[in-house]
């Protein structure tokens, strides 16, 4: 594998791009700091991409630091990724009335929230105000008063609940009737 990280910083972008698709599958056994390293390159955005890819191969938490990282990316193609990817990972942490398991979680630590809050203000401009809240709202521990207060779910409506009852035959009873009110069908 040390021959493989090496070619994360070969000359080529397609070398750079082939080492990190080679290495995603075991991107949670490479050193984290090679990684954070590669996200930061001052001077090659193919390096800072493959750090991007692999960095969110790892756990929840060090994706959504790396996309928040990326979207304050001075080249504009990275930085709109960045976004694209902050933005579906914190919408993932939302809670949906339409889904019946419960949004993962962060687990964050207080410093560690505090830090992607902080980027997430930072890159304010390229996040909406929306992300930056639903953000702040998974990032917040939850107590045993605010899970009371919240409305239990009722689940997923019952199959048919929203359905015109049918005749035994299984045909709807519009279709029929529509068929002889049309012209020249008496």
Same mark, same amino acid.
């Given at each position: 594998?040390?021959?493989?990280?090496?070619?994360?910083?070969?000359?080529?972008?397609?070398?750079?791009?082939?080492?990190?698709?080679?290495?995603?599958?075991s991107?949670?056994?490479?050193?984290?700091?090679?990684?954070?390293?590669?996200?930061?390159?001052?001077?090659?955005?193919?390096?800072?991409?493959a750090?991007?890819?692999?960095?969110?191969?790892?756990?929840?938490?060090?994706?959504?630091?790396?996309?928040?990282?990326?979207?304050?990316?001075?080249?504009?193609?990275?930085?709109?990724?960045?976004?694209a990817?902050?933005?579906?990972?914190?919408?993932?942490? +939302? #809670?949906?009335?339409?889904?019946?398991?419960? %949004? $993962?979680?962060?687990? !964050?630590?207080?410093? /560690?929230a @505090?830090?992607?809050?902080?980027?997430?203000?930072?890159?304010?401009?390229?996040?909406?105000?929306?992300?930056?809240?639903?953000?702040?709202d998974?990032?917040?521990?939850?107590?045993?008063?605010?899970?009371?207060?919240?409305?239990?779910?009722?689940?997923?409506? +019952? #199959?048919?609940?929203?359905?015109?009852p049918? %005749? $035994?035959?299984?045909? !709807?009873?519009?279709? /029929?009737? @529509?068929?002889?009110?049309?012209?020249?069908?008496?």
């Amino acid at each position: 594998m040390p021959r493989a990280t090496a070619l994360l910083r070969d000359g080529s972008a397609a070398v750079v791009e082939e080492a990190a698709a080679t290495l995603a599958p075991s991107a949670a056994q490479l050193p984290a700091d090679l990684l954070w390293d590669l996200l930061t390159d001052p001077q090659r955005p193919a390096v800072r991409r493959a750090g991007h890819r692999l960095l969110t191969r790892r756990d929840r938490l060090t994706a959504l630091r790396a996309a928040l990282l990326l979207s304050g990316e001075t080249g504009p193609r990275l930085a709109a990724r960045g976004t694209a990817d902050a933005t579906a990972r914190v919408r993932e942490l +939302a #809670p949906h009335p339409w889904l019946t398991r419960p %949004p $993962p979680t962060l687990d !964050a630590d207080p410093a /560690r929230a @505090a830090e992607l809050l902080t980027l997430a203000q930072e890159h304010r401009t390229a996040l909406t105000e929306d992300v930056i809240r639903l953000l702040h709202d998974a990032l917040r521990p939850t107590t045993s008063s605010q899970a009371a207060s919240r409305p239990a779910s009722s689940g997923p409506p +019952a #199959p048919g609940a929203h359905t015109r009852p049918r %005749p $035994p035959s299984g045909r !709807a009873p519009h279709r /029929r009737a @529509a068929a002889h009110s049309l012209p020249g069908t008496r």
